[in-house]
């Protein structure tokens, strides 16, 4: 199967090798049924879009929910295929947001486990410090399974090597359902999210459901980091530094593909810019061009933007977090928290799983769960204990899908 991050530059292109979650799925007996649309290039193209999910190759990908929904993304036809049910699960990729975002909005449940428990050899890069692979599926129990499968250490991935890491060969011993609940430490955060009175009453519904099961809930969490804004743009200017380099190295290894560095995607797209470029969805390739162009200055400071932002996100924000309250998770209704974006410069894990819908057009949105670095086991055990107290998936159906 062709793999194009949604692009035309890439059609023909002939890789060497499966991905690496690849072969480890097909050696467990995942059948491979396709590739699913995308935000092309990972949403790391455009800006100025009035949706996501959108490609050269696939055109839009409809909501799940939705009629001209946003599916949100870039994972976009992942989470609808899993919420339609046209595949058993999914494979996503993460760099900030990519998971989680699409899986809210599809009414599934999505993981991005930290980086280096599964590996990202053979996966088309944004930055090799914060990418990361993760399985999406309609119940956690799938996605716990999926995981059990795909993570591991992989010679042509360094993260997946590193020391300290906490790998489980069977992720579904921690799945308790709603007795999963009883005792945990869960902190609620609200922080920098818009609280509409509607999402206040389902956190509230949701807050006194866990309580119901035991859980110790700590409302009204706060983060006490500092420079929250100047981290995020030092973030964003990771992202820029790393891909021309990342991308460079997934393209050399292409066969039949004249693709070779960004400047050749670039060029590309500006020799095709009828088909590449979209009116409403892809008007430019701005984060292209301010990629390639970033000084030499600031990818001299590479690593020291990276140790600050891992600081921040990690020991700083979350890990602070928790050991502040003592807390065994954080809780937030919206997958644009800060958590999303810290979790990200940290390389820490998260989960979303079906809450609610907004009564205006139906749509879903998740409970996302994060934590520090490996605790892929007690994310999934929070996750699912509120997903079977909840039942929220139950209530409403995908507008394509005939029986779930």
Not at 43 to 62: D, L, Q
Not at 91 to 104: L, R
Not at 167 to 194: A, C, K, M, P, W
Not at 265 to 291: M, R
């Amino acid at each position: 199967m062709q793999t194009t991050a949604g692009s035309l530059a890439l059609i023909g292109a002939r890789v060497i090798r499966d991905a690496h979650v690849v072969d480890q799925l097909r050696q467990a007996g995942a059948i491979i049924l396709g590739k699913t649309s995308l935000s092309e290039w990972s949403n790391f193209r455009a800006t100025n879009k009035s949706r996501e999910g959108w490609s050269p190759r696939g055109g839009p990908v409809s909501s799940a929910y939705v009629t001209n929904g946003n599916p949100s993304g870039s994972s976009s036809g992942s989470a609808v295929a899993v919420s339609a049910g046209l595949c058993a699960a999914a494979v996503g990729t993460e760099t900030a947001g990519s998971i989680v975002s699409p899986s809210s909005v599809a009414n599934i449940v999505g993981l991005k486990p930290t980086v280096g428990l599964t590996s990202r050899s053979g996966v088309i890069p944004i930055s090799h410090y914060h990418d990361s692979v993760g399985p999406m599926g309609r119940t956690v129990e799938d996605v716990a399974l999926m995981l059990e499968v795909m993570q591991g250490v992989d010679s042509r991935d360094e993260a997946t090597q590193q020391v300290g890491t906490t790998r489980h060969g069977n992720y579904s011993q921690f799945l308790r359902g709603v007795e999963g609940l009883r005792g945990l430490r869960l902190g609620i955060v609200t922080q920098g999210i818009n609280m509409t009175k509607e999402l206040e009453d389902v956190v509230d519904k949701a807050i006194a459901l866990m309580r119901l099961h035991g859980a110790i809930i700590i409302e009204s969490v706060n983060f006490t980091s500092n420079n929250d804004s100047q981290m995020f743009d030092d973030l964003w200017s990771l992202f820029l530094i790393t891909f021309p380099k990342d991308i460079a190295n997934y393209l050399m290894e292409l066969r039949n593909t004249t693709m070779r560095s960004l400047t050749d995607l670039i060029e590309f797209n500006l020799n095709n810019t009828d088909e590449e470029f979209h009116p409403l969805f892809a008007p430019n390739q701005y984060i292209f061009e301010l990629s390639n162009n970033f000084t030499k200055s600031l990818s001299m400071n590479q690593s020291s933007l990276l140790n600050k932002t891992r600081l921040w996100g990690g020991q700083l924000s979350i890990d602070a977090t928790l050991t502040k309250h003592n807390l065994d998770a954080l809780v937030t209704p919206d997958v644009f928290s800060p958590l999303t974006i810290m979790a990200s410069a940290a390389g820490y894990p998260l989960i979303t799983v079906p809450l609610g819908y907004h009564q205006a057009n139906g749509e879903p949105y998740g409970l996302m769960i994060a934590g520090t670095a490996w605790s892929e086991a007690m994310l999934l055990r929070v996750a699912h204990g509120f997903e079977q107290a909840s039942r929220v998936r139950d209530q409403r159906r995908p507008i394509y899908a005939e029986r779930d």
